[in-house]
Nanobody
Framework: QGQLVESGGGSVQAGGSLRLSCAAS????????MGWFRQAPGKEREFVAA????????YYADSVKGRFTISRDNAKNTVYLQMKTLKPEDTAVYYC???????????????WGQGTQVTVSS
């Protein structure tokens, strides 16, 4: 069984930055595509970003493109989400996810973390 645990969430002023981490345990996720989702109050969970197992291809939602960067360090079994120029509408619980391909992780991930809260103040 694999587990994903997010960290790095918190409160920040608009325009600030946060770096989220997702640490995997129980198994290696080096061969999995990884991704991030978020869910704001009263909203459906939405896709944010994904990265292939090798890290050579990334994919972003239009709402975060140019501001967020997904990366991974397979030696550490960890995926990151660097968030810059944060906006109040970025406020949400952010979830780490894993899937067999980048398409799979964007649509129907196999593994989910429990989430970390990100709050952006005006």
């Amino acid at each position: 069984q694999g587990q994903l645990v997010e960290s790095g969430g918190g409160s920040v002023q608009a325009g600030g930055s946060l770096r989220l981490s997702c640490a995997a345990s129980g198994r290696t996720f080096s061969s999995y595509a990884m991704g991030w989702f978020r869910q704001a109050p009263g909203k459906e969970r939405e896709f944010v970003a994904a990265i292939t197992w090798s890290g050579d291809v990334t994919y972003y939602a239009d709402s975060v493109k140019g501001r967020f960067t997904i990366s991974r360090d397979n030696a550490k079994n960890t995926v990151y989400l660097q968030m810059k120029t944060l906006k109040p509408e970025d406020t949400a619980v952010y979830y780490c996810a894993a899937g067999t391909t980048i398409a799979d992780v964007a649509i129907s991930p196999t593994y989910w973390g429990q989430g970390t809260q990100v709050t952006v103040s005006s």
